[in-house]
């Protein structure tokens, strides 16, 4: 079987064809366009058929690679853990454009958050929150194969912060109502951080009650949200006492992250 054998009997979008076929032979995507007549082993062909076959069950690429890049990082990521999406980096480009010597990832999942703002700036203090342990679990491990200083506490949104104030929060909390259609395409990923209660603004609720007490004077609160949830999330964080409330759309112009500040 040739290369171009392979990717025309997957059944897959070619994109992703290409993706799982460099994983499953080593071979560059630059390979496995530029020579579709190359002959498979029988051991990659193998490999790439149990990859396409998981595909197309609806198996996420991330899961079946095992890593997603985030933020120009490499993390791992396993069913433990959300799949980092590219418009989360919005979240952190936001963080990024404040001034701050200490920061709060709330919900931390693989790290993906912590992980790149520490990496931009390797002289604050990041800590990370995190209720799942199996997902606390990988994002250590991402902190290791990284090299990145991250303190990680286990525990629900500000529970583990004790009396402690920061000049920033971000968080990126579940936010799917549930029964929300596109539940269905997302049934590989935990449950636990996509859907928060009938409206998708449980976790948020709970997240703008606390972080008050746990915000210094002038600090920011930065949330992930989703489409339509915007005004809801800005009344949410005014009736917690914040000012400067705002919103922020992501590349595609939904608005993506609220904010507001102590």
């Not at 480009?93 to 390797?122: N, S, W, Y």
């Not at 976790?203 to 949330?223: E, K, V």
């Not at 339509?228 to 000012?243: C, E, K, M, T």
């Amino acid at each position: 079987m040739t290369i171009e054998q392979a990717l025309s009997s997957s059944g897959l979008d070619p994109r992703e064809a290409r993706i799982l076929l460099a994983a499953a032979t080593g071979f560059s995507q630059a390979a496995v366009l530029a020579f579709p007549e190359r002959p498979l082993p029988a051991d990659c062909a193998a490999r790439f058929a149990d990859f396409a076959a998981r595909r197309r069950r609806g198996e996420p690429v991330a899961y079946i690679l095992g890593e997603q890049e985030f933020y120009g990082l490499r993390l791992t990521v396993t069913p433990a853990v959300l799949i980092p999406r590219p418009e989360t980096e919005l979240l952190v480009d936001l963080a990024l454009e404040r001034e701050f010597a200490r920061v709060v990832d709330l919900g931390t999942g693989c790290g993906a958050i912590a992980l790149a703002i520490k990496h931009q700036r390797p002289a604050a203090r990041v800590v990370a929150v995190e209720a799942s342990a199996a997902a606390l679990e990988v994002a250590r491990r991402n902190a290791v194969r990284l090299a990145l200083d991250v303190e990680w506490r286990h525990g629900r949104w500000c529970g583990p912060l004790g009396e402690e104030r920061y000049p920033m929060l971000v968080a990126n909390p579940p936010y799917v109502a549930e029964g929300d259609p596109h539940l269905v395409a997302l049934a590989h990923e935990p449950a636990h951080a996509l859907v928060a209660g009938a409206d998708g603004l449980d976790a948020i609720r709970a997240i703008t009650a606390q972080a008050p007490a746990h915000l210094a004077a002038g600090g920011w609160l930065l949330i992930e949200h989703g489409m339509g949830q915007d005004a809801a999330v800005r009344g949410l964080l005014a009736r917690a006492g914040l000012r400067e409330v705002r919103t922020w759309p992501d590349l595609a112009r939904i608005p993506r992250v609220s904010g507001g500040r102590r």
